[in-house]
Antibody, heavy 115, light 108 residues
Framework: QVHLVQSGAEVKKPGASVKVSCKVS????????INWVRQAPGQGLEWMGW????????NYEQRLQGRVTMTTDTSTSTAYMELRNLRSDDTAVYYC????????WGQGTLVTVSS | EIVLTQSPGTLSLSPGERATLSCRAS???????LAWYQQKPGQAPRLLIY???SRATGIPDRFSGSGSGTDFTLTISRLEPEDFAVYYC?????????FGQGTKVEIK
């Protein structure tokens, strides 16, 4: 059974960084890319980027370039998304999702940015 | 960037009725790379349709997708109580992948 389990909620101050983890199980980690998608409160879905656990290739949404880094640890089948220089409008639920299309999703991680 | 525009914003229907949701793209999308998701409050999205018309594993056959080019449609043939939710289309053929803004299907 495929599972993606994310780390817990975070509260950060503006200008800080956050790193969200996504541990997968039930399939071969390197066989599928991992996408990161976020959803601000009451809003729609926003694709943030993608990483290949096979070779580390990444593709980031241009608006987030320079602030986001996606990595993977194949030894623990875990993907990470780090977002730096946080702003209040980064407050959102962050999801990891397997593959394209996104056939399995994590449960979401609420990141709150507030002074 | 391909912009996806969904209509209507809200669809008010009764159980048993047919729902027709539209997703229009600002430029042509390969039908191989158009998906639909369902999201209920407090839950992660769930993949319904991929490749514009293929149902994901476990999705009931009352859900169907169609379309090509710039116009795509999700149809729910007969609404069940559990189908009242928000639906998003997504294109994943041209970077950046993009989502529509969503259509809320609510109980009339």
């Amino acid at each position: 059974q495929v599972h993606l389990v994310q780390s817990g909620a975070e509260v950060k101050k503006p200008g800080a960084s956050v790193k969200v983890s996504c541990k997968v199980s039930g399939y071969t980690f390197i066989s599928y890319g991992i996408n990161w998608v976020r959803q601000a409160p009451g809003q729609g879905l926003e694709w943030m980027g993608w990483i290949s656990p096979y070779n580390g290739d990444t593709n980031y949404e241009q608006r987030l370039q320079g602030r986001v880094t996606m990595t993977t640890d194949t030894s623990t089948s875990t993907a990470y998304m780090e977002l730096r220089n946080l702003r209040s409008d980064d407050t959102a639920v962050y999801y990891c999702a397997r593959g394209s299309p996104n056939d399995f999703w994590g449960q979401g991680t609420l990141v709150t940015v507030s002074s | 960037e391909i912009v996806l525009t969904q209509s209507p914003g809200t669809l008010s229907l009764s159980p048993g009725e047919r729902a027709t949701l539209s997703c229009r793209a600002s430029q042509s999308v390969s039908s191989r790379y158009l998906a639909w998701y369902q999201q209920k409050p407090g839950q992660a999205p769930r993949l319904l349709i991929y490749g514009s018309s293929s149902r994901a594993t476990g999705i009931p056959d009352r859900f169907s997708g169609s379309g090509s080019g710039t116009d795509f449609t999700l149809t729910i043939s007969r609404l069940e109580p559990e189908d009242f939710a928000v639906y998003y289309c997504q294109q994943y053929g041209s970077s950046p992948w993009t989502f529509g803004q969503g259509t809320k299907v609510e109980i009339k």
